[in-house]
């Protein structure tokens, strides 16, 4: 501001250059972060910690502390490296946090441990929000308490997700949603480790199973995600060794081989080389601790626990030896700080006391870098009553307890199921009521859902309809006695018509997924005339979803009138419909007017639209423009027409431009190379680099009979996934010629590997040893698999007790009764 006076609450402004905030509150040096929220009427934050984005501490934050160099100047953090994914063109971490900041929105990094995305995105928000407020919450419960308070130019910072998606106050998609309403200005970012990301997208199979991850497969349908790689890319190596010039830690972290910048620089290779090289004791008491972590424990993992459990990781002439002093001994080797970065396990306290430590977490590399070898082995006797006596958090125990159950290690599931529900663990009876159920032990499983129904647990009545499962009686009863989720568990996957009338009965007027779903629902009976009128309510009241659904209803109806009413006011949606419309009518020319009006304005829907119509008309030249200013749509729809008309190198000609980019441009061009016979072109393409080209390529290998050179070929990375099915073709290819073991061990390594694929093709091999090791690893559908193969074999008993008496710490069938 130029030539301003204040007075009170006057200003007086001369110029202005760019945007003005106004923020009302009581002024002078004592006012505190509320001032910040510019929302009329907002209510003051409550949030605990509120600071500054430009005043956060980084390491509080979660970016790991770095290793330190002899003879450096020491700070707290290196050089930034600028990533590729800062970048990215419109879907990197930087240019989606910026339209999220404009609109409100969910960014969410995808990394393993330690390769820079907390780092990645404490720079994004440092460079782009300094002066908005940031909140690190300690649990979704304080996240609710935002919600209602009219945030404004906030960031909330969710560093490793999964530790919001648990407990008595669990981050759900609807709270993200409330915060993120249109009325507030909110920024969301957050990690995740891509274990969890796999687990948490992965759809059940079979599809009617027990969905136990839906809660958090809808809170990731928020998020825009970024991949975060383990390798610095070339380009990013060049930048890094630009800044190690004037970084000795950077320096350091080039040089070393087997590890990544990244990970060099939070001090990886030493956790590693401790690990490897501890005694009996420490890596027992390691081992237990990483066990810990994996199976659920969130909390510090309590000294008593570690204490008691590593016996059991040791043997018997290593308990018979051990020394006067093993444990303290054990547990200084793994807290020592290693080049003033890490250590194995860290001391926390999460209470008020002052120098005596609560318990330990594990750095998260070492947890991730043993956890596919330890997921593999199931943890002995003693860790199981250790966690039983020594767990003090519910959270913790529900999330051990249901760990020990998918491993069918039932004798240890129930006690833990049993101290949660004793705590009033909604989730922990509805857990141990379907264990009950299946281990054959009807009057457990009704004392749980009667807990359940007597339970005041805000949360009873929505794990009281999970524990009815499919039976239709049983939530027909619960829905009417009142039981919302029961209802809403018929609304959407029930028969139609009782789902309308459910709906009908009890509708909230501010309801609008309610009203979403009844105008499916009339969609699905073939009433849309009952249907459009609930659309068109929703539309007016800028319901995002109403607008495509409503455009596709008026196609189908006809109405050219009121498409083009939509398509006036702006809305790609309409124009697309309207297009494909008057394309059906016979007025085709009329149709491309309307889509040239929005081209190349954002739509691909609308572009792809544009394209086809072209073809349809054979418009060839204007393709061929359009492909030439690089319209993948266009190139595709061209290649097409020429190849039709035989001309395959002009095809060949038009998609290699676009193909060069990358994209799905590319399998076009490697398919019609492929089918065209023009191997060579093919493998040259290959060699360059190209996925989808070695990808065809495989698949030629495949059907000449060439499978080394097909398995070769899949081995390149991206391969796999260039190529749909892929895989399964190579591996149904192995299983024929007789190479089960090679196929096996190709579908293990492989990226594009759906979680049932390994459990599926040992159910069909018969493979038993292999279906157990994937139950020791936690896979509880494997269970079903196992007991599959077990009955066609003749061995029925054997299946029957394996479901009702389950496994013993070590793997064999328990020889006595059902649970209790």
Not at 267 to 293: I, K, N, S, Y
Request: with cysteine; hydrophobic share 45%; charged share 25%.
């Amino acid at each position: 501001m130029e030539n301003s006076v204040v007075a009170g609450d006057s200003v007086q402004i001369g110029e202005v250059h760019g945007s003005v905030t106004v923020v009302t509150g009581s002024g002078g040096p004592g006012r505190g972060p509320e001032a910040g929220w510019t929302a009329p009427g907002a209510v003051p934050p409550s949030a605990p910690g509120l600071v500054r984005v430009r005043d956060a501490d980084p390491l509080h934050l979660g970016v790991h502390r770095s290793i330190r160099v002899t003879g450096a100047e020491h700070s707290a953090l290196p050089a930034y490296v600028p990533r590729d994914l800062d970048t990215g063109e419109g879907d990197g971490a930087r240019p989606l946090i910026e339209a999220a900041a404009r609109g409100g929105g969910f960014v969410l990094l995808v990394g393993g441990s330690s390769v820079g995305k907390t780092r990645s995105l404490y720079e994004a928000v440092n460079a782009l929000l300094p002066d908005w407020w940031l909140c690190h919450p300690a649990d979704a419960g304080q996240i609710e308490q935002l919600v209602g308070r009219s945030p404004r130019r906030l960031v909330v910072w969710l560093d490793e997700l999964q530790n919001h998606v648990s407990g008595p106050h669990q981050l759900t998609a609807a709270t993200v949603r409330a915060l993120l309403a249109p009325h507030h200005q909110v920024v969301i970012v957050g990690t995740l480790w891509p274990h969890y990301y796999d687990t948490w997208t992965a759809c059940p199979v079979p599809a009617d199973a027990d969905d136990r991850h839906r809660a958090e497969r809808e809170l990731l349908k928020l998020a825009d995600v970024v991949h975060v790689g383990a390798a610095f890319s070339p380009a990013e190596q060049e930048r890094a060794a630009a800044l190690a010039a004037s970084d000795e830690r950077l320096r350091t972290a080039l040089e070393a081989g087997d590890f990544g910048l990244t990970q060099v620089i939070a001090g990886a290779p030493q956790l590693v080389h401790r690990w490897e090289h501890a005694g009996p004791c420490a890596r027992a008491l390691m081992t237990a601790a990483v066990d810990a972590t994996l199976l659920g424990v969130r909390s510090p993992v309590p000294e008593g626990l570690l204490r008691a459990a590593v016996p059991g990781y040791c043997a018997p002439a290593e308990r018979a030896t051990a020394p006067d002093g093993w444990f303290e001994e054990a547990l200084s080797y793994a807290t020592r700080p290693l080049l003033g970065a890490t250590s194995a396990l860290v001391p926390v306290s999460d209470g008020r006391a002052m120098g005596r430590p609560d318990g330990y977490r594990v750095a998260d590399y070492l947890v991730q870098h043993t956890g596919r070898v330890q997921r593999a082995v199931p943890p002995p006797e003693t860790f199981w009553e250790a966690c039983a006596e020594h767990l003090t958090d519910t959270a913790d125990i529900v999330r051990t307890a249901s760990a020990a159950a998918a491993r069918q290690r039932v004798g240890a599931a129930v006690p833990l199921f049993r101290k949660a529900v004793e705590r009033g663990s909604a989730s922990a009876m509805q857990e141990l009521g379907e264990l009950y159920r299946r281990t054959g032990n009807p009057e457990g499983a009704q004392e749980m859902a009667d807990r359940l129904t007597a339970s005041a647990h805000p949360d009873a009545a929505l794990y009281r309809t999970i524990l009815a499962g499919w039976d239709f009686e049983e939530l027909l009863d619960l829905a009417e006695a009142g039981n919302e989720y029961a209802v809403g568990h018929l609304i959407e996957y029930g028969h139609p018509r009782l789902a309308i009338s459910l709906l009908l009965e009890d509708l909230d007027p501010d309801d609008l997924w309610s009203w979403y779903r009844l105008a499916q629902l009339f969609h699905d009976e073939d009433e849309n005339e009952r249907a459009i009128p609930i659309l068109e309510m929703l539309h007016e009241r800028e319901y995002d979803d109403a607008i495509l659904f409503l455009a596709e209803l008026l196609k189908e109806e006809g109405n050219v009138e009121r498409l083009y009413e939509l398509t006036e006011e702006g809305y790609f949606a309409a124009a697309w419909c309207l297009a494909d419309l008057l394309h059906d009518k016979g007025r085709t020319e009329e149709g491309l007017e309307v889509l040239w009006e929005f081209a190349d304005q954002g739509s691909g829907d609308l572009d792809f639209t544009l394209a086809h119509l072209l073809a349809q008309i054979g418009d060839l030249d204007t393709l061929l423009e359009r492909a030439a200013e690089g319209h993948a749509d266009a190139a595709r729809e061209a290649a097409r027409l020429l190849r039709e008309r035989g001309d395959v190198d002009r095809a060949v000609a038009v998609l290699t431009p676009i193909a060069d980019t990358g994209g799905y441009v590319a399998s076009d061009l490697a398919e019609l190379l492929r089918a065209t016979g023009r191997v060579d072109d093919l493998r040259a393409r290959a060699e360059a680099g190209d996925a989808y080209a070695a990808g065809e390529l495989a698949r030629l290998a495949i059907e000449e009979g060439d499978l080394d050179e097909a398995v070769r070929l899949h081995a390149r990375k991206g391969t796999a996934r260039a190529v749909f099915g892929l895989t399964d073709a190579l591996v149904k290819a192995l299983v024929a010629r007789g190479d089960a073991d090679r196929a096996i061990a190709l579908l293990s390594a492989a990226e594009d590997t759906p979680p049932y694929g390994l459990r599926e093709l040992f159910r069909k091999l018969g493979r038993v040893d292999e279906l157990r090791a994937l139950i020791d690893q936690g896979d509880e559908h494997a269970l079903w698999d196992l007991v599959e193969v077990l009955r066609d074999e003749g061995r029925a008993d054997e299946a029957d007790a394996l479901l009702t008496r389950g496994l013993t710490a070590d793997g064999r069938i328990r020889s006595d009764g059902p649970a209790d």
